[in-house]
C-alpha cells in the first residue's frame, strides 16, 4: 500500500535499493493484481501521478511504458492510459476447446455464427481433410465472445459425409466436438497446432473489437479422430485468429534426465 507524506502526499515505500520507477511499478502492478484498479479503469493523468507522489513525469512514464509493454495497461492517445483484462492463459500440453475452457474457468461464453455452408473442397482442403477434390465440406466461420468481449475467430472445415450434423447443430454453446461425438461417434485422437503472430486487417478487427493492425496469433489445427467404426482420418481443419492482447500460449519443458 501507499505511504502517505506530509499535506496527503502519497509517498512510495522506502528505496531499499530499487529505483523510483521501479518501485511505482510494482506498486501500480501490486494495485492492478489485487483488484485495487480493475480492467477498463482510468488511471490518473501522469502528472497527478507525479504530484501524488512527488516524483518526476519522467519517472512515472517510465513506469507506466513498462506496464504496457506487460500488457497489464493500455495507453490510447488523446483518452489516457487504462487497465487491460488480463489475457487467458491457454496451455498448449493437450488438446483443448474454446467451449471446455470457458466452462472450466467459470466464465460466461457463446459463440456467434458468422457463415454455415457447404463448398466443393479445393485443393488445399482436399490434402488437409484427405478427401478428393470437389468433394463436400462443411465451412463454419465462429465469433468466440467470453464476458461479452470477442476473444476469437475461427474458419472450421470439416467433411460433410463424416459429420454431417454439424451442418445445423446448435454451435453456439456447445464444441464442435462434442456434437462430432454425441451425433456420429467421431472421437478426437489428436490435434496438431502451428501458431505465428500477424495483424488483423479491417475486417478481423471490426469483428474482434480492436484497431486494424493490431496483433493477433495466426493458429492452424489440424484435428485426427476415430470414427465409429475404428477408422482413423482428419476431422477438422481450424484457422483461427486470437486477439494478441487476451490470450498468452503456455508451454511445459520437461528436463530430460542427464544420460
Do not use: C, N
Amino acid at each position: 500500500m501507499p505511504y502517505v507524506g506530509p499535506g496527503g502526499s502519497t509517498l512510495l515505500p522506502p528505496a531499499d535499493g530499487r529505483p523510483i520507477y521501479r518501485r511505482l511499478l510494482d506498486q501500480l502492478r501490486h494495485q492492478i493484481e489485487a483488484g485495487e484498479l480493475k480492467p477498463g479503469d482510468l488511471i490518473p493523468p501522469e502528472l497527478e501521478i507525479a504530484r501524488r507522489h512527488r516524483i518526476s513525469r519522467h519517472t512515472v512514464r517510465q513506469a507506466i511504458v513498462e506496464l504496457a509493454r506487460e500488457g497489464l495497461l493500455r495507453r490510447e492517445r488523446g483518452r489516457g492510459t487504462f487497465v487491460q483484462a488480463q489475457p487467458l492463459v491457454q496451455s498448449l500440453g493437450s488438446f483443448y476447446s474454446f467451449a471446455r475452457q470457458m466452462e472450466t474457468r467459470g466464465l460466461p461464453y457463446y459463440t456467434r455464427v458468422l457463415h454455415r455452408g457447404t463448398a466443393p473442397a479445393d485443393a488445399a482442403v482436399a490434402e488437409r481433410l484427405r478427401v478428393a477434390v470437389g468433394a463436400p465440406v462443411l465451412e463454419l466461420e465462429l465469433l468466440r465472445v467470453t464476458d461479452e468481449t470477442p476473444l476469437a475467430l475461427d474458419f472450421s472445415v470439416t467433411p460433410y459425409e463424416l459429420v454431417p450434423a454439424l451442418a445445423e447443430a446448435d454451435v453456439t454453446k456447445h464444441s464442435l466436438y462434442d456434437v462430432m461425438l454425441e451425433r456420429h461417434g467421431v472421437r478426437i485422437a489428436l490435434g496438431r497446432e502451428e501458431l505465428r503472430p500477424v495483424v488483423l486487417d479491417r475486417r478481423q478487427a471490426g469483428l474482434l473489437g480492436v484497431a486494424p493492425g493490431a496483433p493477433a496469433f495466426h493458429v492452424s489445427r489440424e484435428v485426427l479422430g476415430t470414427t465409429a467404426d475404428g477408422q482413423s482420418r482428419p476431422v477438422e481443419w481450424r484457422r483461427s485468429v486470437v486477439r494478441g492482447d487476451r490470450f498468452v500460449y503456455r508451454v511445459d519443458l520437461p528436463v530430460d534426465p542427464p544420460t
